[in-house]
């Protein structure tokens, strides 16, 4: 073997090791940058994000948690089925149980009417699973008059009262309507108020307590003027005992 023989060798040994270790770093980077990339997704870090919605999504790939601006806040759900949402739209936060139906959030909004008084409002409320809420805190201004409370309520399954709501909505009046009115109350469709703790319009504090229709049947308030009084009616809403009662007149 002559010398070119031999430096040509040596050539293609040192191009095969380039080879090799042009193969290996780019393997390497390749490795860095995928690892760069998984971890951005498990954790990113911002200063300050502008955003028009949020969904935080669960592992099924079903909401756990959606926060949105008025336009982009996301029609309810129940039994897998999407409902209509209020046409006043309004920001907030959206909760979801674990089969992706809402079983909760928060709202809000204010505005001036076009009497240049606010019409404003906060609502956090607590859904039943496969219901409407039954737990809700909140503030509401409209017309000049303002409530400020923590409501219970006593709603039924939208399975139940659904399929009812839907029938009303067609029904010509008459007796029949009436009858479906009566059944779609009776499943709990109109949500009847159970428990009202706080500040009334008429800016009384007061502690009202109803029946499963939701008719008041004991209130205890206190006036801005600070006079008490604690009633009793009857299921029509009608006071059959109040105290402290009248002195009699001398």
Do not use: C
Not at 96 to 108: K, L, Q, R, T
Not at 187 to 203: D, I, L
């Amino acid at each position: 073997m002559n010398e070119n023989d031999t430096l040509i060798g040596q050539l293609k040994r040192q191009n095969q090791l380039l080879k090799s270790g042009l193969a290996i770093a780019s393997g390497a980077v390749a490795l860095l940058l995928l690892t760069a990339a998984t971890e951005a997704q498990r954790h990113a870090r911002f200063t300050e994000i502008d955003v028009e919605r949020i969904n935080v999504i669960g592992p099924n790939g079903k909401p756990d948690l959606v926060i949105a601006n008025r336009d982009r806040l996301p029609a309810p759900i129940t039994d897998g089925k999407v409902g209509k949402r209020s046409p006043e739209k309004a920001p907030g936060m959206i909760f979801y149980n674990a089969v992706g139906d809402e079983n909760g959030g928060f709202i809000f909004d204010g505005q001036l009417d076009a009497q240049g008084k606010p019409r404003t409002g906060m609502h956090f409320s607590m859904d039943r699973f496969g219901g409407d809420q039954q737990l809700a805190l909140g503030h509401y201004e409209s017309n000049g008059f303002m409530e400020s409370g923590l409501n219970i309520y006593d709603g039924g399954l939208t399975r139940d009262y659904g399929p009812l709501r839907d029938a009303l909505d067609k029904a010509a009046p008459g007796p029949n309507r009436d009858i479906l009115l009566k059944k779609w109350k009776d499943a709990g469709g109109n949500q009847p108020r159970r428990v009202f703790v706080g500040k009334t319009k008429g800016r009384s504090s007061a502690l009202i307590l109803a029946g499963a229709d939701g008719t008041p049947r004991i209130m205890m308030t206190v006036t801005p003027e600070g006079t008490p009084a604690l009633d009793f009616l009857d299921d029509k809403g009608r006071i059959v005992q109040h105290f402290p009662q009248a002195e009699a007149s001398r």
